[in-house]
């Protein structure tokens, strides 16, 4: 007989896309890439495509809990990530939820506004977000105007600002930051990682395509494979930037639906 082998075990929380784009389709493909067994907590059924969300169906508080109880009871999960969660209730009850394991490790993306411009945060959520969720947190990952929004500042415009604007996130609790440049300007991409201690500079050129629907599902994602397998939080965020960077340049070339496409999850399968 041969022997059990362990395999790493990551959850996403997060909301359904059924057109495959972003969500826990997308976090459930990344973990795939990764080799990472994928487990899901359901928090909304959303009707979407790439040109838009037209409908959102919230779980139930109590069928989030029954789902997030129901997988951390069984399963040794070794990273967390969170995603769309609609709205101050939910967010409270996953962050009670995240205080029930809290020895594993929550990468927290704030997500508040779909790639279309559909709004997936309701705005009085925001203060429950920064109170409640983003103190679980081992990493948060918001993009430029999530951290305005979460400072209630303005848009960063430079690095130096970025760089200010990490620092200040560290207010809320969490015990790193990674500030996406991807909706800012410029030849590259640039992210800012700080840990408390020191700031770590990304960059990647940028990838010219309106096939961006998921990055940040991707990217907290992957970040959240890299720690299910055992990586220090740096390479972890290093390895998921150079995958969405990837992601991105295969998925320029694809046409997928007619609006804000999805990047290749799959471009990695394809190499190998």
Known sequence: MMAAETVPIALTIAGSDPSGGAGIQADLKTFSAFGIYGATVITALTAQNTLGVTGVFPISLDFIAAQFRSVVSDLKVSAMKTG?????????????????????????????????GDVLLAPDAIDAVRGALLPRARL?????PEASRLLDGPLAETEADMRVQAEALMKFGCAAVLLKGGHGTGAE????????QEHHVLRRPRVATR???????????AIAAGLA???????????AKRFVWHALFAGAQM??????????????????
């Open 189 to 196: 991409a640039v992210d800012v990682l700080f840990d408390g």
């Open 211 to 221: 096939n961006s629907h998921g990055t940040g599902c991707t990217l907290s994602a």
């Open 255 to 272: 046409q997928i639906g007619k609006g804000n496409g999805p990047v290749d999850h799959n471009f990695a399968l394809r190499k190998a």
């Open 229 to 239: 397998q055992g990586h220090p939080m740096r390479e972890a965020v290093e390895n």
């Open 140 to 144: 948060i990952t918001p993009n430029i």
């Open 84 to 116: 769309m969660l609609g709205d101050a209730a939910t967010v409270e009850t996953i962050a009670r939820l995240l205080g029930e394991v809290p020895a594993v490790p929550v990468i927290v993306d704030p997500v508040m506004v779909a790639t279309s």
